[in-house]
Every structure is written in C-alpha cells, then in structure tokens.
C-alpha cells in the first residue's frame, strides 16, 4: 500500500477566519524526503495551544490565528524551503553528478543526516555542485 504526498514547497497560508491547517493538509512535509509525522504532531500541538487560546478569549479570526502560523514557521520553515530547493535541483542532476554527491559524503561523519550537512559535505568537495544552492548553506 502506498500513498502520495505534498513535496512542494509550504503553502503561503494556513490559517483563515475558524481555521488552521496542520500536517499533510498545510504541506508541511519534507519535500527531499516526503516525512511528515513529526511536523504532524508539531504543528498540531501549537494548533491545540492556539486553539485553545482563540477559545478562551472567544476570537477565532485569521489574525487572532496568525500565532499558529509563526510558531509552526519559527520552527520548521526556513528547513522546508531549503529542502524543497534542494530536492528541485537534485531531480535535475546528471547520474555523474550524483555519483559525485555519493563520493562527497561516504567518508565523511555527518552530525545529522540532513539535507543540510549533505550540502555543506558536497560542498567541501565538489563546490560546483552546490553553486546555485550556496545562499541555502
């Protein structure tokens, strides 16, 4: 059984009069590697609170709801973008270009496995390959 997801970039807003979107609904997906069950639950728990909040003080506007929106952008944005640019130029390469990301990275001791040390490790080694992605690093 499989299913499709979202890897696109965030949508430019998830919140209107009554409304948050949350998880698969409001994109927010990895888009290099389509996970989405931890930024599920993240941003969920942050609709809760504002919920909660926009509940209590009896306004549920967009603007009220806005808090929902910064906190789940404070968090995970500025990583969705970056993927979602670099899955773009990856699904662009050449297979010797990705044989050359492969070679950058398989003697190297990542922190993380994340999109962005697999940048910095390309980098390093084949900085043309990364030319376009440097304002991500």
């Given at each position: 059984?499989?299913?499709?997801?979202?890897?696109?970039?965030p949508?430019?807003?998830?919140?209107?009069?009554?409304l948050?979107?949350?998880?698969?609904?409001?994109?927010?997906?990895?888009?290099?590697?389509?996970?989405?069950?931890?930024?599920a639950?993240?941003?969920?728990?942050?609709?809760?609170?504002?919920?909660?909040?926009?509940?209590?003080?009896?306004?549920?506007?967009a603007?009220?709801?806005?808090r929902?929106?910064?906190?789940?952008?404070?968090?995970?944005?500025?990583?969705?973008?970056?993927?979602?640019?670099?899955?773009?130029?990856?699904?662009?390469?050449?297979?010797?270009?990705?044989?050359?990301?492969?070679d950058?990275?398989?003697?190297?001791?990542?922190?993380?496995?994340?999109?962005?040390?697999?940048?910095?490790?390309?980098e390093?080694?084949?900085?043309?390959?990364?030319?376009?992605?440097?304002?991500?690093?």
């Open positions: 059984v499989a299913g499709g997801v979202s890897v696109c970039a949508l430019e807003q998830t919140v209107t009069d009554g948050m979107l949350v998880g698969d609904s409001a994109r927010l997906i990895d888009p290099m590697n389509g996970g989405g069950v931890a930024p639950c993240v941003s969920g728990k942050f609709a809760g609170e504002i919920g909660a909040l926009a509940v209590a003080e009896g306004d549920s506007s603007r009220f709801l806005q929902y929106e910064k906190a789940w952008r404070d968090e995970f944005e500025e990583m969705f973008y970056r993927n979602y640019i670099a899955k773009e130029k990856m699904v662009s390469l050449s297979d010797e270009q990705l044989d050359k990301i492969i950058s990275i398989k003697d190297v001791q990542l922190e993380e496995l994340t999109v962005l040390e697999v940048l910095k490790a390309v390093g080694r084949y900085p043309e390959l990364v030319e376009e992605l440097a304002h991500l690093l």
